[in-house]
C-alpha cells in the first residue's frame, strides 16, 4: 500500500506562483511514477504533469512552459511548481502513484484546492 498527502494549495492571484508538494509513504519501491491530475468544478479530471522512476517528464499542453513536476527522493516527495498560474488553473489538484505492470494510477492523494483569481 502506498500513502499520499498533497500540501501547499491556496489562493493566489493570476500570474503568481505556488507549489505543490506530495509525500509519500508505505511501499515506495512498487511505484514506477508518480503524477499530478487536477478536476476543476463540471470538468474531468486531466493529468497536468507526471514523473518516472528514471527522471522522465510529460506535461498537458496547457501548462507546458509554466509548471515543473520533479521529485526529492530523498525526504520522498514529488513537487509541483506552478508559474505565471491562470483562473483557468483553478482546480482541485491531486497526486497520484503508479506501480510498475501497472497502466492506471492506483494510489490517489485527498486533494488541495488551487484558486487563481484574475
Known amino acids: 500500500q502506498v500513502q499520499l498527502m498533497e500540501s501547499g494549495g491556496g489562493l493566489v492571484q493570476a500570474g503568481g506562483s505556488l507549489r505543490l508538494s506530495c509525500v509519500v509513504s508505505?511501499?515506495?519501491?512498487?511505484?514506477?511514477?508518480m503524477g499530478w491530475y487536477r478536476q476543476a468544478p463540471g470538468k474531468q479530471r486531466e493529468l497536468v504533469a507526471s514523473?518516472?522512476?528514471?527522471?522522465?517528464?510529460n506535461y498537458a499542453d496547457s501548462v507546458k512552459g509554466r509548471f515543473t513536476i520533479s521529485r526529492d527522493n530523498a525526504i520522498n516527495t514529488v513537487h509541483l511548481q506552478m508559474n505565471s498560474l491562470k483562473p483557468e488553473d483553478t482546480a482541485v489538484y491531486y497526486c497520484?502513484?503508479?506501480?510498475?505492470?501497472?497502466?492506471?494510477?492506483?494510489?490517489w492523494g485527498q486533494g488541495t484546492q488551487v484558486t487563481v483569481s484574475s
Open positions: 514523473i518516472t522512476s528514471g527522471g522522465s517528464t
Open positions: 497520484a502513484a503508479r506501480e510498475y505492470g501497472s497502466y492506471n494510477y492506483d494510489y
Open positions: 508505505g511501499s515506495i519501491f512498487s511505484i514506477n511514477a
